[in-house]
């Protein structure tokens, strides 16, 4: 039972234009949503978060937006840089907390 | 400040056999995560550890058994291990109180090969 999905694997951008990059969820119990970014041989570092109270939230280049009703969310990254590629994980917590639900991840690249 | 610190980096083992995978928490926090990513795949939670006794579980058989120690410190150990085991443990720590999870801090895992 995926209860996180990022149904694209991979993303191919060029430098400075924007990627979003796309999750979705089924558990209505999920009320804070995390995207975090791993580079290969790091674990995973946290990027930016979202209350499920909200629906965006920004910081410099990077924008979370959450759609409830269609339990989707999004991060956009504008302008992209090549420093940007790196796998891209979507997470969610429930209400009661202490544990993530990851998705699969989506392979971002970058291209000068 | 060091960051989560987890050991070995790389361990190859047999089917059958027990493996002991160790986390150092970053500086300052009481709270540790187990996660493992199997390869193509998105962490998965496997238990929490806080002053010293489990506090969550994932949905992993017993096999899959942990240990905090008083400095904070903790070890995953599996038993029996299945070549289903190979994966990326990934161990987190969190911060004195929280509760939610998202103030994780990762390390960069253990990667266990089961041939």
């Known amino acids: 039972d995926q209860q996180v999905k990022q149904n694209s694997p991979s993303l191919s951008v060029q430098e400075g234009r924007i990627s979003i990059l796309n999750c979705d969820y089924t558990?209505?119990?999920?009320?804070?949503f995390l995207w975090y970014k791993k580079y290969p041989a790091e674990g995973p570092t946290f990027l930016i978060s979202i209350s499920s109270i909200k629906d965006k939230n920004e910081d410099g280049r990077f924008t979370v937006f959450l759609n409830k009703s269609a339990k989707h969310l999004s991060l956009h990254i504008v302008p992209s840089q090549p420093g940007d590629s790196a796998v891209y994980f979507c997470a969610a917590e429930e209400t009661s907390g202490s544990r993530l639900t990851f998705g699969e991840g989506t392979q971002l690249t970058v291209n000068p | 400040d060091a960051g989560v610190t987890q050991s070995p980096t790389h361990l190859i083992k047999t089917r059958g056999q027990q493996v002991t995978l160790r986390c150092s928490p970053k500086?300052?926090?009481?709270?540790v995560s187990w996660y493992q990513q199997a390869l193509g795949q998105g962490p998965q939670f496997i238990f929490q550890y806080y002053e010293e006794e489990e506090r969550q579980r994932g949905n992993f058989p017993d096999r899959f058994s942990g240990h905090q120690f008083p400095n904070y410190s903790s070890e995953l150990n599996v038993n029996a291990l299945l070549l289903g085991d190979s994966a990326l443990y990934l161990c987190?720590?969190?911060?004195?109180?929280?509760?939610?999870?998202?103030?994780?801090?990762f390390g960069a895992g253990s990667r266990l090969t089961v041939l």
């Open positions: 500086s300052g926090h009481d709270t």
């Open positions: 987190a720590s969190s911060s004195p109180g929280t509760v939610r999870a998202n103030v994780l801090t």
């Open positions: 558990n209505s119990m999920f009320d804070y």
